[in-house]
Structures are given as structure tokens and as C-alpha cells.
T-cell receptor
């Protein structure tokens, strides 16, 4: 059974810092890996989707990498801003829309 | 505006009283899913649907039913709600398998 772990559970950084969020999964037979953002009291917003055949995806200040063999993905946020404060979730896709989520990393970017 | 809508957004009910949470998407997506989010447990998939009349169980389907009679709608039915179904529920859709999922705003359900 797929298990997804995100470390750390919470992270606090000063504005402008570059940071890395980690995601690990136990079953490397994934279809894709998705990163989401969740703001308090709101739904999830899809940030990046990496197909199993890809190594990374970039969107603006965000870069996500995938290493299936080691069961790891990272989300790199460059030049963090207070508006980046949110909970970041990764999810391993097993095909047929079966997603297994990690419990998230709560990020606080301090002005 | 492309979106996934859920109704109601908030619901307080009592044990055993049947309820339905509706989910609708206007993007002509084939795939739709239901999740519940609980503190300490994260998001867990309840059911998903790959197309009209095609549904399958996720990780926590017990106590829930779904139907997909139309492409745009995917209601979640709790025939006899219990307090352990108190949770935050999310509906999501995606255009096809393996593509990014779009989430609704969530429905906070409390079962007394």
C-alpha cells in the first residue's frame, strides 16, 4: 500500500529565502506526482504535476523534481514571499485517479 | 469560469439522517473524485469515477455511496451518517487520467 510522507511538518523562514520541501513515497510504481497548495479554510490548488517519465517541472518560482528510484520528490521555492505561506501537499498518483496524499508541510514566510 | 462547485459548504446534521453533498464541474472533465480531510490523517480518497456510470472505491469508501449519471455531476451520499463521518470533504475533477486535479472549495460536515 502506497504511503506518502512529508518532512518537515512545519517550516518557518524569513522572506527572500530559497527553500525545499520534501516528499517521499514507498511504492515507486507511480503514475505521476502532484504538488498542491492549500490555504486555510480553502480547497487545494494544483501547483505542479510531474509524470512518471519526467524528472522535473517548473512554474515561475517553483520547481518540482521527481526521483522514482529513490521514492522522492522535492518542491523548490525560490525567493520566498509572505504570500507563499500555506500548507503544501504532495500526492502520488497510482493511475485511474487514485491519489495518495502526504499530510503536508505548513510553510510560514515571515516578512 | 472553470470551476468545481460543492453544496452545501457547511452542514450540521444528526446521526442517521440521510444526506447528499453535490459536486458539479463545468469543464467537461471525465474523472471526478471525493476526498475527506481529517486532522492528523490528511486527505484520503473515498470514491472516484472515470466516466459516466463508472465508479470505484478509494481508500475509505465505507459508509458512503456515489453515482455518476451525468458527466458534470458526482454526488456523495451518506445513507446513515455517523459522528465519525464528521470531516471536511472535497470533490475534484480532471480532464483525463494522470492529469492535474481541480478541487472544489470543500464541504464541512458535522454529524451530531
Amino acid at each position: 500500500k502506497q504511503e506518502v510522507t512529508q518532512i518537515p511538518a512545519a517550516l518557518s523562514v524569513p522572506e527572500g529565502e530559497n527553500l525545499v520541501l520534501n516528499c517521499s513515497f514507498t511504492d515507486s510504481a507511480i503514475y505521476n506526482l502532484q504538488w498542491f497548495r492549500q490555504d486555510p479554510g480553502k480547497g487545494l490548488t494544483s501547483l505542479l504535476l510531474i509524470q512518471s517519465s519526467q524528472r522535473e517541472q517548473t512554474s515561475g518560482r517553483l520547481n518540482a523534481s521527481l526521483d522514482k528510484s529513490s521514492g522522492r520528490s522535492t518542491l523548490y521555492i525560490a525567493a520566498s514571499q509572505p504570500g507563499d505561506s500555506a500548507t503544501y501537499l504532495c500526492a502520488a498518483g497510482g493511475g485511474s485517479e487514485k491519489l495518495v496524499f502526504g499530510k503536508g508541510t505548513k510553510l510560514t514566510v515571515n516578512p | 469560469e472553470a470551476q468545481v462547485t460543492q453544496n452545501p459548504r457547511y452542514l450540521i446534521t444528526v446521526t442517521g439522517k440521510k444526506l447528499t453533498v453535490t459536486c458539479s464541474q463545468n469543464m467537461n472533465h471525465e474523472y471526478m473524485s471525493w476526498y475527506r480531510q481529517d486532522p492528523g490523517l490528511g486527505l484520503r480518497q473515498i470514491y472516484y469515477s472515470m466516466n459516466v456510470e463508472v465508479t470505484d472505491k478509494g481508500d475509505v469508501p465505507e459508509g458512503y455511496k456515489v453515482s455518476r449519471k451525468e458527466k458534470r455531476n458526482f454526488p456523495l451520499i451518506l445513507e446513515s451518517p455517523s459522528p465519525n463521518q464528521t470531516s471536511l470533504y472535497f470533490c475534484a475533477s480532471s480532464p483525463h487520467g494522470g492529469s492535474a486535479q481541480y478541487f472544489g472549495p470543500g464541504t464541512r460536515l458535522t454529524v451530531l
